[in-house]
């Protein structure tokens, strides 16, 4: 199985930065893409950046410019470095990875549990 473990959420203000990171531990072999997603409260959760092994990113385009996903395959970690912030984007945020295919051993998909970012505004 594959664990992952969000961290770095909190507060911050409007226009601020901030950082979350994600660990991935267990089968981290089963792991290919990793993502970081978000869902806000009384909307559906939206995918905000993803990053292949190989290190390429794909972006929503509503963050395009102001965040950064990045990836350590040796430390099994994503972090995603979210800048020039706004109120709409409070949120859990939650890491996703996928499974690698032709891998019946592995599971297809894993989240972690999120961890909160919220803006003031």
């Known amino acids: 199985q594959v664990q992952l473990v969000e961290s770095g959420g909190g507060l911050v203000q409007t226009g601020g930065s901030l950082g979350v990171s994600c660990a991935a531990s267990?089968?981290?072999?089963?792991?290919?893409?990793m993502a970081w997603y978000r869902q806000a409260p009384g909307k559906e959760r939206e995918l905000v950046a993803s990053i292949t092994r190989a290190g390429s990113a794909n972006y929503a385009d509503f963050v395009k410019g102001r965040f950064t996903i990045s990836r350590d395959n040796a430390k099994n970690s994503i972090h995603l470095q979210m800048n020039n912030l706004k109120p709409e984007e409070t949120a859990v945020y939650y890491c996703?990875?996928?499974?690698?295919?032709?891998?019946?051993?592995?599971?297809?998909?894993?989240w972690g549990q999120g961890t909160q970012v919220t803006v003031s505004s």
């Open positions: 996703h990875a996928k499974g690698v295919g032709g891998w019946p051993r592995c599971p297809k998909s894993s």
């Open positions: 267990g089968d981290t072999i089963c792991i290919s893409d």
